[in-house]
């Protein structure tokens, strides 16, 4: 038996352990089960990990959401809970080599009883400003383009902040790129970002950001609907707005002190790319302070409700979502 616990924000490194997992025991065609914590109970997957498989001897079980694993706090408790149970799962199976467990949360901490876990975990943060700019550097180099500092904070800025979006949205770009014998050593520059990234890009969290922005109900719900349909995560969709609030935040913040318009400190909370700044700017037309505060507010009790039984009505959470924040703007 082998357990590993992944935790942190960098969705493209965690992507990357589980991928090398997944490599090792390649030669054994594994069977892959993937759970969800706050919809499984622990039972449901010690059972998955120690029944023998159909149609292969090794098993690899994922668990996303870990963080919603709770230890019951009562000193009276007789039975043993989730965490109870997954804990002593690693610590009974002895030498089993065919059965894989892999807990995962994109929070840095889960219940605390999982550190007596007979398990590996690591915690994947997201890259540092100088990190992210290398690995954009990198990636193009490799596939043979050059790229400047401003085409790298074009890019950085129109992207979400892990390695996985950051891989796909690079990728598309070069996509785009004539490829030929001229194409050898080209120069990548922001206003190639510009024509094939931000104006032929995907709806996104950060697309549905400046309509809400804009103040715009009915593109709103559109982009949200899109993103639904094409699997993204609700939950997903909402931790990335409540990033661009709070960066709104910091934009207000600015202001301020008198500093909305100084380009180096618009580029430490990566406002710098005039796009980004001119949705910013919008919003911060609507949503002052206070009503940032209530976004952020209104933003966490829909990600709780996307825990609880509610959740079985996403669509229709998330219509209910889109109109209260809206609401909240200055009309």
């Known amino acids: 038996m082998s357990a590993y616990i992944f935790l942190g924000p960098e969705i493209g490194k965690k992507q990357d352990a589980v991928n090398e997992i997944r490599k090792k025991y390649a030669n054994k065609q594994p069977e892959e089960f993937v759970f969800y914590a706050d919809e499984t109970t622990a039972g449901e997957i010690i059972d998955t990990l120690q029944n023998q498989g159909l149609f292969a001897d090794t098993r690899i079980v994922i668990v996303k959401n870990a963080e919603t694993f709770k230890a019951k706090t009562s000193k009276k408790r007789k039975e043993e809970d989730d965490v109870d149970k997954i804990v002593s799962w690693t610590k009974s199976t002895g030498n089993d080599d065919n059965t894989v467990l892999i807990l995962i949360s994109d929070e840095s901490k889960i219940a605390s009883g999982f550190v007596n876990a007979k398990a590996s975990q690591q915690v994947f943060w997201e890259m540092l400003d100088n990190e992210k700019s290398e690995w954009v550097r990198n ?62 890009r995907d709806e996104s969290s950060f697309t549905l950001f400046s309509r809400i922005a804009a103040g715009d109900l009915s593109r709103s719900l559109e982009s949200f609907s899109v993103m639904l349909a094409a699997k993204e995560s609700a939950r997903g969709i909402l931790a990335v707005l409540a990033s661009c609030f709070r960066k709104l935040n910091d934009y207000h913040s600015l202001r301020e002190a008198g500093s909305g318009n100084n380009y180096t400190e618009l580029k430490k909370i990566g406002l710098s790319h005039p796009k980004a700044k001119s949705d910013y700017i919008a919003a911060a037309v609507r949503y002052n302070a206070e009503a940032v505060e209530a976004c952020l507010a209104i933003t966490a009790k829909y990600e709780l409700l996307l825990s609880s039984p509610a959740a079985v009505m996403e669509k229709i959470l998330m219509d209910r979502y889109i109109l209260e924040i809206i609401n909240t703007g200055k009309n």
């Open 139 to 200: 990636f193009f180099r490799r596939e043979g383009f050059n790229i400047d500092n401003n085409c790298i904070d074009t890019i950085l800025e129109l992207v979400e902040n892990n390695t996985d979006a950051l891989k796909k949205e690079c990728s598309r770009l070069i996509c785009f790129i004539p490829h030929n014998s001229e194409s050898k050593n080209k120069t990548i520059t922001a206003q190639d970002v510009e024509k094939w990234l931000s104006h032929n």
